[in-house]
């Protein structure tokens, strides 16, 4: 499709389960972001991909927290034994350059119950 | 300590009318700032891109003006419509690789 594509859109988990959450960046942007969005809360940021290296991965707020994004495509953010704290929407953006404009996509709602 | 504050919080305002967001800022380098709409419950799609050099940018309905001496930003919207509906989220990037930081944004409401 021509915009960022995310899934799943809803997910719900048990505590303890861990989840996978996917991300199809535009083609040809080399650039891709992670952000987390609590209910009523602004973007943080979780990591910044340029290519498959992720030069800024300080926003990961825990080692249960991974990404790995391969054939500077597609990206998957891991979130290993899951906790209650965790339920946000997560959103994933891309942009052709360090500069330019991010595109978001609809982001994934994550409920851990 | 790089922030991005966003006034007011939350404004309800009659359809029809204008209103003004502000940002303020105190992130540095500066490389330049963005203001984005974010609907309930989808992601948020860009609005304006301003670099230092730009004081006042247009899109449709929407203008933006940043001042970057003082480190402020506003969005003005005109003729509201009860799309406008949204949250309006300020986002500062600092030059080198695209830190960005973002503000809480401000919740619109236009009502009817």
């Known amino acids: 499709g021509a915009g960022v594509s995310q899934s799943p859109s809803n997910k719900v988990t048990e505590k303890g389960k861990d989840v996978e959450l996917r991300c199809d960046p535009i083609s040809g942007h080399t650039a891709l972001y992670w952000y987390r969005q609590r209910l009523g809360q602004g973007l943080e940021f979780l990591i910044y991909?340029?290519?498959?290296?992720?030069?800024?991965k300080s926003g990961l707020p825990s080692d249960r927290f991974s990404a790995e994004r391969t054939g500077e495509s597609v990206s998957t953010l891991t979130i290993q034994r899951t906790q209650q704290e965790d339920s946000a929407v997560y959103l994933c953006?891309?942009?052709?350059?360090?500069?330019?404009?991010?595109?978001f996509g609809e982001g994934s709602r994550l409920t851990v119950l | 300590k790089n922030q991005v504050e966003q006034s007011p919080q939350s404004l309800i305002i009659l359809e029809g009318k204008n209103c003004t967001l502000q940002c303020n800022y105190t992130v540095s380098p500066f490389s330049n700032l963005r203001w984005y709409k974010q609907d309930t419950g989808r992601g948020p799609v860009s609005l304006t891109i301003m670099t230092f050099s730009e004081n006042t940018k247009s899109n449709g309905r929407y203008t933006a003006t940043l001042d970057a001496d003082t480190k402020q930003s506003s969005l003005h919207i005109t003729a509201s419509q009860l799309s406008d509906s949204a949250s309006y989220i300020c986002?500062?990037?600092?030059?080198?690789?695209?830190?960005?930081?973002f503000g809480t944004g401000t919740r619109l409401l236009v009502s009817p």
């Open positions: 953006a891309s942009s052709f350059s360090e500069s330019g404009e991010l595109f």
């Open positions: 991909f340029q290519g498959n290296s992720a030069p800024d």
């Open positions: 986002v500062v990037s600092a030059t080198g690789f695209q830190k960005l930081v």
